[in-house]
């Protein structure tokens, strides 16, 4: 049985922290919501994340619900399985314009596909990372501490110590101060009927060291058991019932610079093991762990790994060893792919990209809402990274440039590697192509160099490089540049750069043409542009001839000299006069980095991919006609390859 909500193609999560996500029987999927993106670096803040998403065991696949709690990070989930709903308590939720957090106490319920908000007539104070479990027993969730966030902008954290009973009605306090315990963890343990508490001691010296109590439910109050084995770090550990083994998992968490491994514990109901698991991970913390009863496994999710970077990545417990699970189904979430489609053939070719992590080099395909994995066949692209692509319409070949310089072409089936040529331009990436069909030659501007900006422009005529040096525009890369079959001309907008090796960065909303001699400011006023942006989505729509742009990252500056930075998710459109502002509903959300390209199989735009803290994977088409952006259907059947 599939959730009700709208299904997206197969995609992730996306890294994130603090997110929660519990097993629910009625749908044989685990079910995932919320979190927190790592600090951005281009805009400076965490996103709280609003997104629903469901296991299907070997994929994630997104829901677009018809409600949500809203944004939020650290905030409670259980699964009430006599009421056979999600409950959702609270969190942390910040205002990505003045950084400053608030928690949260409202409480919302998840069932037949939707969320829904419960009016309480008791409520427990707001708060965050709290632990709670669902009492089998007596019928109610538990849920004890958390944390306070000031509300003074200082966001100075307290922590609580009382416990609080859901009945599926109303909350109701329990036993006054309960133990002096911060960052808890609170699990149901199915084997014994007992709820167990771990966290940090407040009491210990280094407020790190480990408390575990276990609950009396009749007196509503904790007592503290320091059983054999206990965990020395639990600090955002995360925990969960393995119903295979009938015992308590619990991993992660970190305390010193000294925890740079995943231990993975046991408890058995009187004492904890450390298991002696062969695949040792990064130990991370603030992740998710859930079991998953259909498959038999603990699934973990998300979390930070100690003293680096975001998770990315689904893991399963099984069998007393941890394993990586890859999505087969699609392409990874990833930013600065090459999206284009052969005229003639159906769907979109998806090349490339990169995550924090990984270059790839992988070539797909998408048709009719499922992708295909090309893996095989003549001459695919190799060691082509950070590469940049356009579509020569005379050749009847895609032209695909790569960080070197070297060039791969494509021509629906069979691809060319040109690797034997005297000249090619230097290295870089962000660069901007397009090919203009007036001087019949595929055009490459800008980029980055691993130095700084640059501002060459080079020809491809299909065998040679040839540079154009005359009246360049500004050092920069990321820019927009398309072939204007109004102006005849190819064009360029925005990006990010410098005026010259001595300038600071600046981000430019100026306009300029090539004619294939040299490059001309169409001096348009800023102000009748989509502004200072980079790093936006564009291509032409080839039913209008308009550029169509969106998203980036968009900077803006006011009469007071107050500056910001900001992801965008408008959408514009240049019919080769003017950009017009397109009231487009439904929009994709904040993003750069990402793919745009025509989709002759649906006759609409598909937007793959970006970026914007955290990778994205998702697919999206846009129907000219309606001015409606539709997340994409999943598609039926499993995963599958294609040699060529």
């Known amino acids: 049985m599939l959730l009700a909500a709208h299904a997206v193609l197969a995609d992730t999560p996306g890294g994130r922290a603090e997110t929660r996500m519990v097993y629910d029987p009625t749908y044989s999927r685990v079910i995932l919501f919320g979190g927190s993106t790592p600090i951005d670096s281009a805009t400076k803040v965490a996103y709280d994340l609003d997104d629903t998403w469901d296991w299907a065991g070997d994929h994630w696949i997104r829901r677009f619900t018809n409600h949500s709690p809203g944004a939020r990070s650290g905030h409670a989930m259980v699964y009430d399985s006599n009421r056979s709903r999600i409950v959702v308590f609270g969190g942390r939720r910040t205002d990505v314009s003045t950084k400053v957090q608030s928690v949260l106490n409202d409480t919302w319920i998840f069932k037949n596909g939707d969320w829904s908000q419960l009016t309480t007539p008791n409520t427990p104070p707001a708060r965050t990372v709290m632990g709670a479990a669902f009492d089998k027993i007596r019928d109610r969730i538990v849920m004890f501490g958390g944390n306070t966030i000031s509300t003074d902008g200082k966001n100075t954290v307290t922590p609580l110590h009382d416990t609080w009973e859901f009945d599926g009605t109303t909350w109701v306090q329990r036993g006054g101060e309960g133990p002096k315990v911060s960052k808890p963890i609170v699990v149901y343990d199915d084997a014994t009927n007992q709820i167990l508490l771990l966290g940090l001691d407040e009491a210990s010296t280094s407020k790190t060291d480990t408390a575990m109590y276990l609950y009396d439910g009749a007196a509503g109050t904790w007592n503290q058991v320091k059983p054999e084995g206990l965990p020395s770090c639990v600090n955002e550990a995360y925990v969960g019932f393995d119903g295979e083994t009938s015992s308590v998992i619990l991993a992660g968490g970190v305390c010193a610079a000294s925890d740079v491994t995943d231990t993975t514990y046991s408890w058995d109901g009187t004492k904890w093991a450390k298991l002696d698991v062969k695949s040792v991970q990064d130990r991370a913390f603030g992740g998710a762990l859930a079991y998953d009863a259909a498959r038999q496994s603990l699934l973990q999710y998300g979390g930070t790994v100690a003293f680096g970077g975001i998770r990315i990545g689904t893991y399963a417990f099984k069998a007393g060893d941890w394993s990586s699970i890859v999505d087969t189904y699609a392409p990874v979430p990833r930013a600065l792919s090459v999206a284009f489609s052969i005229p003639g053939s159906n769907g979109v070719y998806v090349f490339g990209g990169h995550d924090e992590n990984t270059t790839y080099n992988q070539l797909w395909s998408y ?278």
Request: hydrophobic content about 35%.
């Open 367 to 644: 048709d009719n809402g499922a992708w295909t994995a090309i893996n095989s066949g003549d001459n695919l692209p190799t060691g082509c990274d950070h590469a940049v692509g356009a579509f020569d319409t005379d050749r009847q070949r895609f032209v695909l440039v790569c960080y070197a310089g070297n060039v791969w072409e494509f021509d629906g089936t069979t691809w060319k590697n040109n690797k034997d040529m005297k000249t090619l331009p230097p290295a870089r990436r962000f660069s901007s192509i397009a090919y203009d069909a007036t001087i019949k030659k595929t055009v490459l501007f800008g980029g980055y160099n691993e130095i700084d900006f640059i501002n060459e422009t080079w020809l491809w005529d299909g065998a040679t490089w040839t540079k154009v040096k005359k009246n360049p525009p500004p050092l920069r890369g990321s820019a927009a540049m398309w072939y204007d079959s109004t102006l005849k001309k190819t064009v360029l907008y925005g990006g990010l750069g410098r005026d010259d090796s001595n300038s600071r960065v600046e981000r430019y909303a100026d306009m300029w043409t090539f004619d294939g001699n040299g490059w001309t400011d169409m001096k348009i006023d800023p102000a009748k542009t989509p502004g200072m942006r980079y790093a936006a989505a564009s291509a032409i729509d080839p039913r209008t001839g308009h550029l169509l742009l969106y998203g980036g990252i968009i900077y803006t500056k006011d009469d007071k000299g107050t500056e910001a930075q900001f992801y965008g998710k408008d959408l514009w459109d240049w019919n080769g006069s003017k950009w017009t502002l397109v009231s487009a509903d439904n929009a994709p959300g904040i993003r750069e980095n990402a793919s745009l390209s025509y989709d002759p199989r649906s006759d609409r735009m598909l937007l793959f991919g970006g970026f914007a803290a955290q990778y994205f994977g998702d697919q999206w088409l846009y129907d000219t006609k309606t001015s409606r952006w539709q997340p994409v259907n999943q598609a039926s059947g499993g995963p599958r390859r294609r040699a060529r």
